[in-house]
């Protein structure tokens, strides 16, 4: 069965490091999200793309988050510098395309200290 | 703003009873809906979708639609301890295809 993968599964960080996460979506899907999960809420859109482009990002903090899809399939969300509220489960999913079916990831574990 | 709500719980349920989820959504042009299951400390797995009206049906789990009142349900017959878990309600609107997530029900089944 197909899964979106995603690494590293956990990461501890100092504040002001930089920090990156890779996501690999399940193949022929062209749209993949990136959440964020801080515990007992639920997941915050980051950033969403379609194949290479990205159709919302209006939640990325963009002085410190980047995101990108060059090749419109697999993607990295970095973070520099990383702050202790920066702690949270980073979550990618992909679905065929807009409006279908998430299938999320197993989710980064980020620890900022 | 665009608003998915779901009551925060915890819902306690005994073993074998019926679990009733709910979720209700602000935007009125809502198309699609969403129900994920998170185990603590796991990613969110996709248990049904509904688009229509009515009544959706998957083994032990019933999603029910009403775009009138706004309310999306999801139903578990036969409650076991293993649906012991966060249910999130996710909704997806064709204005501008994206997807909002409520903050999830935390369900307990007692044994």
Known sequence: EAEVAQSPRYKITEKSQAVAFWCDPISGHATLYWYRQILGQ????????????????????????????????????????????????????????????????????LTVT | QKEVEQNSGPLSVPEGAIASLNCTYSDRVSQSFFWYRQYSGKSPELIMSIYSNGDKEDGRFTAQLNKASQYVSLLIRDSQPSDSATYLCAVSSNRDDKIIFGKGTRLHILP
């Open chain 1, 42 to 109: 639920g997941p915050e859109l980051l950033v969403q793309f379609q194949d290479e482009s990205v159709v919302d990002d209006s939640q990325l903090p963009k002085d410190r988050f980047s995101a990108e899809r060059l090749k419109g399939v697999d993607s990295t969300l970095k973070i520099q510098p990383a702050e202790l509220g920066d702690s949270a489960m980073y979550l990618c999913a992909s679905s065929l395309d807009r409006d279908y079916e998430q299938y999320f990831g197993p989710g980064t574990r």
